[in-house]
């Protein structure tokens, strides 16, 4: 006896359609998975067969062979277990096998007959979309999640039991009772912080141009703090946006809640991260930090400790929004359109400017050099955090995240205006043809620039870097010329390793 | 234009020769003025058996034209003691240079140091610690710049620390500023300095005693010093440890009768305690340009740097009077966000008007002419 259930691996973010094949014939009982299944996969033999006899179902006494097609793709993790079950009931008479023919089928089994949740549900549900199925069966949990994708008859079961109702056509089981995710109630806020003007202001720059930025200051002087505030003022995630997120964070088992993620990412690795966990890699590519950071922000605290493999490994992802690795003969292409903040302590010891400061000219010296780079040069801003005086703690907070988001808004239309037909959303995206084509530059008003260049205190790129961030000041003014003032308030944001000459570095 | 005898070359070339003898000379606690003041044969004496033969025939018949070659390529002039463009200055050592080789040119080297203690122009000896703090630097800096701004010299030696911090401000000063080398003037030392090295080469001079192309011995170092503090007619530690070689700058400085100063440091640092044992001992205080002015030029009259800070708009005058006073950084200027972009841009108004400069750490310092 044969039977077919249509189900997808998850290749990369991809959905493969993959064929869980089954024969069942007379022989001693025995029971094989085939088809470049993994650990996880080939395991689904035992899970299977207690979920079969414990929902009260016949486990078949024969021989059985499961084959996983096409054979050549690599298949991991536990979601074919509720396809090969379904296969081999259908096999052996015991669920309708005509209903199948409709459903894509994916989840986990528990031994006892239960279904569990497992990552991907949205990715698989794109696929049987694009496949062509009309339905697909998901765990109940995973429901709305699956009913993101439009024009799909999406089950949700919680128990195979559940699973023979919903193929012959008798009541479907309702997904629990669950709220719609809100924003979190221990949302941060930038009304929440107390001093740290300069700081706020120079994040409201970045988000509003789309500008990764170092912050440089002592430890415990509020970094982590404020970049985690960053996303706040970011513009809502868009619907399209959100699906990628969700699509990621799911694949990932990132997320651990239902339906569409509404925020924008906040990914903080340790600085231990390797490069592969940090753009993604392993056998079967699979996202990394900077995937899972797509469509939010990226924060490398103590950038200085990473390894230098790892930051090199960031530049493609910085430069292209995209990573692609290959391992074997497997390519895979993972987005990665984040905003980078990068923090790090201003000197080996930490104290700088402060007297406490025990480090040597050559301490610094090192220090500075570790953090130069090619990852540097795709940092438009460089801001200085310096712990607020006791008078500031006491201070009202200056501003909220409302106000400032508005801001960020109004300034990000003006840009999207300015940028259509071109391949830049926003000012960060600007190459130097399009800030030649795109500046809108006040005629004289980059005199400072040439100032800033003789003096040797600007580089060739830090040139390239102060007018992008000036476009963004002149936006969130609301003007639409970049006027010398806003070139002058760009300049203060150009990066130190400039700023020191190397007669002193 | 080498203007150097063949006796004073051959001189030179042979305390390069035996400089590694030296050092074992030195191990043996032969102070190293006497060892430098002895004649020739003196100090081929000192080499055991055959060498001494052997080094002496070298001696013989060492083509002083070579040597000459040697510094053309190296791009280095060469005067010596009893030749024309010599620092006369030098002559009061016991165990004065036979020879200066000199990037930079022999003509700028008289007006950056020429001529005897008395008249000539002014110079000074900026020294200090490797190990600087920010601190230390910063003085170092703010020395540099505001002596070479009043025309006067400053001498030092390119180490890193204090001695970078010096020559790298007298360069923003506008240049005045002669480095002296432990090692040949064409072997930029310590190699990390090769762009400051460069620039002190295009407006200053860089100068050494010994050879082109000679890596120094730990001798050196010293032996520099006493070319340098007898270069000066006054050497400032800016930061010192209490067994510092600036500590020994200063002392060849007093035994030449030259002026010695110190900056005050905080007692409980290690880099203070050179410094602060010198205030003891009768040093100069030193507490900025305005003091080391007084000492080597005379009561320096109010320069019009008043006049300057008045004409600036009050927005840019009142953040340089903050910034002076202690607001140094942007938090400190500034509340809100809208504050803060203007105090961002005001400060760099003010570095583009060359008034303040961006330190580390986001640090903004006021710029003393």
């Known amino acids: 006896m044969l039977a077919r259930v249509v189900t997808f691996a998850i290749d990369g973010l991809e959905p493969r359609r993959v064929t869980v094949e089954i024969d069942v014939r007379p022989g001693l009982p025995s029971f094989t998975i085939v088809g470049l299944a993994d650990r996880a996969v080939r395991e689904a033999r035992e899970r299977v067969r207690a979920a079969v006899l414990n929902a009260g179902f016949e486990f078949p006494q024969r021989r059985i062979t499961v084959n996983l097609a096409p054979a050549w793709l690599r298949k991991s993790g536990p979601g074919f277990d509720l396809a090969i079950a379904c296969a081999i009931l259908a096999a052996a008479g015991q669920l309708p096998a005509e209903a199948l023919e409709r459903f894509a089928v994916f989840g986990e089994l528990a031994l006892d007959g239960e279904v569990r949740p497992c990552g991907g549900a949205l990715a698989v549900a794109e696929g049987a979309r694009r496949a062509g199925l009309s339905g697909i069966v998901v765990p109940l949990e995973r429901v709305r999640e699956a009913e993101l994708v439009e024009d799909l008859d999406v089950a949700g079961v919680g128990t195979l039991g559940d699973l023979a109702r919903v193929l012959r056509g008798e009541a479907r089981p309702e997904p629990s009772a669950y709220s719609w995710p809100r924003r979190s109630a221990r949302h941060l806020d930038l009304a929440d912080v107390h001093g740290h003007g300069g700081v706020v202001g120079a994040l409201t720059v970045a988000a509003a141009g789309g500008h990764n930025v170092l912050l440089s200051g002592p430890p415990g002087v509020g970094k982590t703090m404020l970049a985690r505030r960053l996303p706040s003022i970011l513009p809502p995630l868009e619907r399209a946006e959100a699906i990628e997120v969700t699509r990621i964070h799911s694949i990932v088992g990132a997320y651990g809640g239902d339906g569409l993620v509404l925020e924008r990412p906040f990914r903080a690795p340790h600085h231990t991260i390797s490069p592969s966990g940090l753009v993604g890699g392993g056998t079967a590519p699979s996202p990394g930090e900077a995937s899972l950071a797509h469509r939010g922000v990226l924060f490398l605290d103590e950038l200085s400790e990473f390894s230098r493999a790892a930051l090199e490994a960031l530049r493609q992802p910085l430069e292209d929004g995209r990573v692609t690795i290959v391992r074997g003969q497997r390519v895979a292409i993972l987005p990665t359109r984040f905003m980078l903040v990068a923090a790090t302590n201003p000197c080996p010891c930490g104290h700088a400017p402060s007297r406490r400061c025990r480090c040597t000219e050559a301490d610094l010296g090192r220090h500075r050099r570790k953090l130069s780079g090619p990852l540097l040069d795709r940092i438009d801003l460089l801001v200085a955090v310096h712990r607020p005086a006791r008078e500031e703690l006491e201070r009202a907070p200056a501003t909220s995240s409302a106000a400032e988001r508005d801001r960020v808004i109004a300034a990000r239309k003006r840009q999207i205006a300015r940028l259509a037909g071109t391949s830049a959303t926003c000012n960060a995206q600007m190459d130097r043809a399009l800030l030649r084509t795109h500046l809108a530059l006040e005629a004289g008003a980059e005199r400072p620039l040439y100032q800033a260049y003789a003096k040797g205190e600007l580089s060739a790129r830090g040139r390239d870097r102060t007018l992008r961030v000036a476009r963004t000041i002149a936006d969130l003014h609301g003007e639409e010329r970049v006027r010398r003032g806003h070139i002058v308030a760009a300049l203060g944001y150009r990066h130190e390793v400039e700023a020191v000459p190397e007669a002193v570095a | ?369």
């Open chain 2, 1 to 369: 234009m080498s203007a150097a005898c063949d006796s004073c070359l051959r001189r030179s070339w042979l305390v390069a020769r035996l400089a590694g003898r030296i050092e074992l000379a030195r191990h043996e606690r032969r102070p190293l003025r006497e060892i430098l003041a002895l004649s020739n044969d003196r100090l081929l004496d000192g080499v055991g058996g055959d060498a001494r033969a052997r080094i002496a025939v070298e001696l013989e018949e060492l083509d002083t034209a070579e040597l000459r070659l040697a510094a053309d390529v190296a791009g280095l002039e060469v005067v010596c003691q009893h030749g024309a463009g010599y620092p006369a200055r030098l002559l009061d050592l016991a165990d004065a240079p036979a020879a200066l080789w000199i990037a930079g040119g022999c003509d700028r080297l008289s007006t950056l140091v020429g001529g005897d203690v008395e008249d000539g122009p002014r110079s000074v000896a900026v020294v200090g610690t490797r190990r600087a703090s920010a601190e230390g630097l910063e003085v170092a800096r703010a020395l540099g710049r505001g002596l070479a701004v009043a025309g006067v010299t400053v001498v030092s030696g390119m180490a890193l620390g204090i001695d970078s911090g010096a020559h790298a401000g007298a360069l923003e000063g506008g240049g005045r500023t002669v480095a002296v080398l432990a090692g040949g003037a064409d072997v930029p030392y310590p190699r990390t300095k090769a762009m400051l090295y460069a620039e002190i080469g295009g407006v200053g001079c860089v100068v050494s005693e010994m050879p082109p192309g000679m890596r120094p011995f730990a001798w050196c170092f010293p032996a520099r010093n006493r070319t340098i503090a007898a270069l000066s007619h006054m050497t400032v530690v800016v930061e010192a440890a209490s067994r510092s070689g600036s500590l020994i700058t200063a002392e060849l400085a007093a035994d030449l009768g030259r002026e010695v100063g110190a900056v005050p440091g905080a007692v409980l640092s290690w880099r203070a305690q050179g410094a602060n044992a010198l205030l003891r001992d009768g040093a100069t205080l030193v507490r900025g340009v305005r003091d080391v002015l007084d000492a080597v030029v005379g009561v320096v009259a109010e320069r019009e740097e008043m006049a300057r800070d008045l004409a600036l708009e009050p927005r840019l005058r009142d953040t340089l009077e903050a910034v002076s006073g202690g607001a140094d950084t942007v938090a400190a200027l500034a509340h809100t966000p809208g504050e803060a972009e203007r105090a961002l841009a005001t400060l760099t108004e003010l570095e583009l008007l060359g008034l303040v400069r961006r330190a580390p750490a986001g640090r903004y310092v006021a710029v003393t002419p």
